[in-house]
């Protein structure tokens, strides 16, 4: 594992482009983890303020093209208000697992000719345009792949300046292993990626409780239900009606 390098402030502009995999709100069909303390809608409601939250600070911090991959298409009328209120382009993500679809969706970006490409998710409010610029800062110096790693075993960000097959295929998605099985498949081929600093991600209900102690994070849950935390809620209580 080699730390990310420090983006000089004259130069963190990022020009590579950036890749954001979104699904469409649905109720029932998205954040169903967190269906028990939102309710259905008030999950989709979530995923909707989660992707807008993404891509607005993708849109503040590159100066390259953003594409938008939507599931399962790109014909959800949330899509078409995302095409006209942000600088993007919209892509349906295939069939397939995630790997299969991050894979397309990053050939399909260098194919075109990027010399760079960022894929990111919606689950990540942490991270901020800071860890845009040392991403494609760190691909601009020369790393082969870039990874946004999470406490859950997984990562939300990875950049790649080539096409690594082998860390797409036949990794075991959506478990704890998922961050280990790809540093082992890059190893086995010599390389070695840019890790950004470890954070969480949106999945279960503790990860509201991060949302709500995060001041600049709050608005993400208002509105949605007298359970979602509040920062006067003790961790681990869910809040109740007056």
């Known amino acids: ?10 130069r963190n502009a990022c020009d590579c482009v950036v890749q954001v995999f979104a699904k469409a709100p649905v109720a ?11 309710g259905a809608r008030g999950a989709a409601r979530l995923q909707a303020r989660l992707t807008r939250f993404t891509l607005e600070r993708v849109a503040a911090a590159t100066s390259g093209p953003i594409e938008l991959w939507c599931a399962p ?9 995302c ?8 892509h349906t993500q295939p069939n397939g697992d995630l790997g299969t679809r991050m894979y397309h969706a990053l050939v399909y970006a260098l194919s075109a000719g990027a010399e760079r490409a960022l894929l990111v998710g919606t689950d990540c409010p942490a991270r901020g345009p800071g860890d845009l610029y040392a991403a494609c800062a760190a691909l601009r110096a020369g790393a082969p792949m870039v990874l946004g790693p999470v406490y859950d075993g997984g990562y939300t960000l990875i950049g790649v300046r080539q096409s690594v ?32 600093p470890l954070t969480w991600d949106v999945d279960r209900a503790v990860d509201l409780e ?23 809620t003790p961790r681990g209580q869910a809040r109740r009606k007056p």
């Open 83 to 90: 095409r006209r209120e942000y600088p993007l382009t919209l």
């Open 1 to 10: 594992m080699t730390a990310a390098p420090v983006p000089d402030p004259r």
């Open 210 to 232: 991060r949302i709500a102690a995060q001041p600049q994070l709050r608005d993400l849950l208002e509105g949605l239900g007298s359970r979602a935390p509040h920062p006067d």
């Open 28 to 38: 029932g069909a998205v954040k169903t983890r967190l269906i028990p303390v939102l």
């Open 165 to 196: 097959p082998e860390v797409f295929a036949g990794i075991p998605w959506g478990t704890d292993e998922v961050l280990a099985c790809t540093r082992r498949r890059l190893a086995e081929r010599g390389l070695r990626a840019v890790e950004l």
């Open 73 to 81: 298409d790109a014909h959800h009328p949330f899509f078409a208000r």
